[in-house]
């Protein structure tokens, strides 16, 4: 069973940085693994994705510059690297994984996702 568990949100002021980890059971070497976002009364959208295997990475342009989504494959985790935060950064966080994967470029469309962790809030103040 695939379980995705995140953490490291908090609250932190405009300008600051935050470390999120999500723990994976199932991470696998050959996969797309992500990053989204859901702000209040919004869409939840992509912040970034990592193909496992080539460490390749693709970023919405919202967070491009500051932030940096990276892996650790001997710890099964996934890390989102969040410097220079903004209030419009402010959202729950969530780890998500590919339901498979067909050796093609990995994408920030949330379609292809099919596990998903429970979240992690992020509130920035200014």
């Known amino acids: 069973q695939v379980q995705l568990v995140e953490s490291g949100g908090g609250s932190v002021q405009a300008g600051g940085s935050l470390r999120l980890s999500c723990a994976a059971s199932g991470y696998t070497y050959n996969m797309c693994m992500g990053w989204f976002r859901q702000a209040p009364g919004k869409e939840r959208v992509g912040v970034a994705v990592i193909q496992t295997y080539y460490g390749t990475t693709y970023y919405a342009d919202s967070v491009k510059g500051r932030f940096t989504i990276s892996q650790d494959n001997s710890k099964n985790t996934l890390y989102l690297r969040m410097n220079s935060l903004k209030p419009e950064d402010t959202a729950m966080y969530y780890c998500?994984?590919?339901?498979?994967?067909?050796?093609?470029?990995?994408?920030?469309?949330?379609?292809?996702?099919?596990?998903w962790g429970q979240g992690t809030r992020v509130t920035v103040s200014s």
């Open positions: 998500a994984r590919y339901r498979r994967y067909s050796g093609s470029q990995c994408t920030v469309d949330q379609a292809e996702f099919g596990y």
